[in-house]
DNA sequence: ACCCCTTATAATAATGATTATCAATTGTAA
DNA sequence: TTACAATTGATAATCATTATTATAAGGGGT
């Protein structure tokens, strides 16, 4: 498993980091195209496949949406914005969680599990008292 | 909310109860040809759609790969294999998980959450036995 | 049975996200 | 510096899903 660290991969894991976002491939492509404007959408998508495979970044797949991918990729859950689609990180104590009692189960050997949350996120909740407001005027 | 209950609603819903498995729209599709040769994909999405909605169905969203439907309505979580792609159901106490305990976090207002394992299923498992005694002799 | 109105259908085009292809370029190592 | 493998940019292809649209049913009420 070596893998070149290419100016396009350094770039683009660096915006991933600064970012302190969930963000996905074509908003990465954006940020990125500012350092390096001839770069292709389907190396952004590349790379960010290559980086998740070496375990330098998370991927994340949430409930029939587009991928987002984590620079954080220490073992932790997330809460979905059912509005406008954002990502959090959320504390979630996984303890909670034992795959061991439920491995029996249908004769799997699990290897992992996720725990996904969702909701309506606060700018959208205030968003949506403006909007009530506006009407009722 | 009022919807008809059409023919074509009807033979798909009876094949995802009786297939007592999580299928596909595709899946579904091939199977509802038997008896309706001339339904057009579209209308078997169109369907889950609506009867999902209805809350007669569930629709499940897994990680980065095609929906699947449930005919099974309780709440309940899933595990999926990651080499042949089939959805089980899982049992786990969703009592365990306090959607209250998280739901300061961020200003989100959580309206759900759901538990997703992953793993290998029996008959990938033994597939790989045999292939890798193949293998050795 | 006939008309009206709404909803649903089949066929197909369009979309959106992602992956595959491939010729050209670059990096690295002998 | 040659030679090979990995990577890139450009773009085509794919896959799942949704949108479009003309046509066809499903129910009343008369």
Known sequence: MH???TSQREII??????????LTADELYERVKKFMPRISLATVYRNLETLSEAGIIGKLE?????KRFDADVHPHDHIFCLQCQRVDNIEFDRNLVNPAAVA???????TGYRVEF????????????????????
């Open 104 to 110: 029996s189960d249908k004769g799997y050997r699990i």
């Open 62 to 66: 949430i409930s029939g949406r587009q």
């Open 13 to 22: 894991l660096k915006e991933l980091q600064d970012s302190h976002q969930h």
């Open 3 to 5: 893998m070149r660290m």
């Open 118 to 137: 969702k909701g309506i996120c606060s700018s959208c909740r205030n968003n949506q008292e403006k909007k009530r407001d506006g009407d009722e005027q």
